[in-house]
T-cell receptor, first 113, second 115 residues
């Protein structure tokens, strides 16, 4: 079955540590996205990539970094510079067509203490 | 500023009722609007996508309508079931420039259907 796999499902880190969240898709989608979801707020875009080796900052990119070395993979690193990293992180992908639906993974819940 | 609003924030109904969820957006120059379902602790599942040239889309017991001129979309759920309990989110896709677009999400309506 095609889909998006995010791992791990839960992640715990100490403050000051960098952590990398994995996102892999086998849908052959060109575009991939990282969103952050906090209670009572809509999804906020962190980074997106429309093609391999290229990515763009979203609305809340500070304290995060990404890479897109392969079409299938779009890992997100939460750095120690991110002031409030505890959140639910969602990865999504879509074909490069404005009328293609967005598909999501099951998310990673990151807790930093 | 482009905004997407969903009212009510929460809704509780008895099983069997037909119900309507609302999504409002401030800018009518949209590409499409997508409705999602999110179960607790899970990702979003795409339910329906309505292109800007369409007025409605249907899938099973779900029907989504789009009125760009008034900046509104509704998701109609017929004969609701306890399994429909989830948070429903709408997202509007806008064009920013050539080859660049933006998806803006509403904050969702949390639906509970009780037996």
């Amino acid at each position: 079955d095609g889909g998006i796999t995010q791992s791990p499902k839960y992640l715990f880190r100490k403050e000051g540590q960098n952590v990398t969240l994995s996102c892999e898709q086998n849908l052959n989608h060109d575009a991939m996205y990282w969103y952050r979801q906090d209670p009572g707020q809509g999804l906020r875009l962190i980074y997106y990539s429309q093609i391999v080796n290229d990515f763009q900052k979203g609305d809340i990119a500070e304290g995060y970094s990404v890479s897109r070395e392969k079409k299938e993979s779009f890992p997100l690193t939460v750095t120690s510079a991110q002031k409030n990293p505890t959140a639910f992180y969602l990865c999504a992908s879509t074909r490069r067509s404005y009328n293609s639906p967005l598909h999501f993974g099951n998310g990673t819940r990151l807790t930093v203490t | 500023k482009q905004e997407v609003t969903q009212i009510p924030a929460a809704l509780s109904v008895p099983e069997g009722e037909n119900l309507v969820l609302n999504c409002s957006f401030t800018d009518s120059a949209i590409y499409n609007l997508q409705w999602f379902r999110q179960d607790p602790g899970k990702g979003l599942t795409s339910l329906l996508l309505i292109q800007s040239s369409q007025r409605e889309q249907t899938s099973g017991r779900l029907n989504a309508s789009l009125d760009k001129s008034s900046g509104r979309s509704t998701l109609y759920i017929a004969a609701s079931q306890p399994g429909d309990s989830a948070t429903y989110l709408c997202a509007v896709r806008y064009s920013l420039s050539y080859n660049t677009d933006k998806l803006i999400f509403g904050t969702g309506t949390r639906l509970q259907v009780f037996p």
